[in-house]
């Protein structure tokens, strides 16, 4: 095992950081009737990463690309980073024991997107409470027809992203990789 610097790795997980956080800073409304809740598409980002590097890598770009967030958002940014990495570390780790495969990224993102949404729903209930005047059981009443259909568009959104760029990001990675040499 090398346990040399990877300073290509480094670079990388750098850039990645960087557009995931640029990408946290976009706001879209997707969900009509809950115009607070907002997409952001930075963990798409994570999502490549973590797939093409690992789930340690890609939970460190999504915690770090969302550390500026929490002096702008002390509840949301830490809820956004236990969401994502909820997302992208099983994904990564389907992916990357499987044979990397369609099927392997297919399945490791459905996983992913089921235990982020459970991980949303969750958290909502304890972190709503704390900066709104909404109680929990106000919260509880909001899971089947406000948060639980967000949550999912939002990660059916990541996924069908994360499909549609996995193989042309891979390639683009493997040929930077493959020059270096």
């Known amino acids: 095992m090398n346990n040399a610097i990877d300073t290509r790795k480094i670079a990388l997980a750098a850039l990645f950081t960087a557009a995931s ?11 009509p009737i809950a115009p ?34 929490v002096f702008l958002d002390p509840f949301g940014a830490p809820m956004g980073m236990l969401s994502t990495c909820a997302f992208i570390i099983p994904a990564a780790i389907i992916y990357l024991k499987g044979e990397r495969s369609r099927k392997a990224s297919v399945a490791g993102m459905v996983v992913g997107a089921a235990l982020s949404i459970a991980v949303s729903c969750a958290m909502n209930l304890v972190v709503t409470p704390l900066y709104t005047a909404i109680a929990v059981e106000d919260v509880a009443a909001m899971i089947v027809p406000v948060l639980l259909p967000f949550n999912t568009l939002k990660m ?26």
């Open 156 to 181: 059916v959104i990541n996924v069908t992203a994360g499909q549609v760029l996995l193989a042309p990001c891979m390639n683009v990675l493997k040929a930077r990789k493959s020059a270096q040499r």
């Open 21 to 31: 956080l640029i990408l946290s800073l976009v706001q879209i409304p997707i969900f």
């Open 36 to 69: 607070w809740l907002m997409y952001d598409p930075s963990g798409i980002v994570c999502l490549i990463a973590a797939l093409a590097f690992g789930p340690k890598l890609g939970a460190a770009v999504a915690i770090i690309s969302w550390l500026p967030r």
